[in-house]
């Protein structure tokens, strides 16, 4: 059994920063690519940022330059500190990370969300 488990969200002014966590646990051995992604209301989901397992990194563009993505492999946790946070940023955000168990093999796993919402 594979958990992500997310925190840090919640309501923030427009300008300001946050720092979402991610966490997975369970019977892990090992993990490949972590990411955040994004959905609003009445909008799809979309990709936020993702890091590899060796550190390479890719951001949607609206967030380039604002938020940055980083992982412990350690602590098998990812994190997105968002900085300079918009009103179009607010949305629930989810954890997805490509895990490997003794059973399957780089199966995706998402988080169950966190909310942020940014006030203007």
């Known amino acids: 059994q594979v958990q992500l488990v997310e925190s840090g969200g919640g309501l923030v002014q427009a300008g300001g920063s946050l720092r979402l966590s991610c966490a997975a646990s369970g019977s892990i051995l090992s993990i490949n690519a972590m990411g955040w992604y994004r959905q609003a209301p009445g909008k799809q989901r979309e990709l936020v940022a993702v890091i590899t397992s060796g550190g390479s990194t890719n951001y949607a563009d609206s967030v380039t330059g604002r938020f940055t993505i980083s992982r412990d492999n350690a602590k098998n946790t990812v994190y997105l500190q968002m900085n300079s946070l918009k009103p179009e940023d607010a949305a629930v955000y989810y954890c997805?990370?490509?895990?490997?168990?003794?059973?399957?093999?780089?199966?995706?796993?998402w988080g169950q969300g966190t909310q942020v919402t940014v006030s203007s």
């Open positions: 997805n990370a490509e895990i490997s168990t003794a059973w399957a093999r780089r199966r995706d796993y």
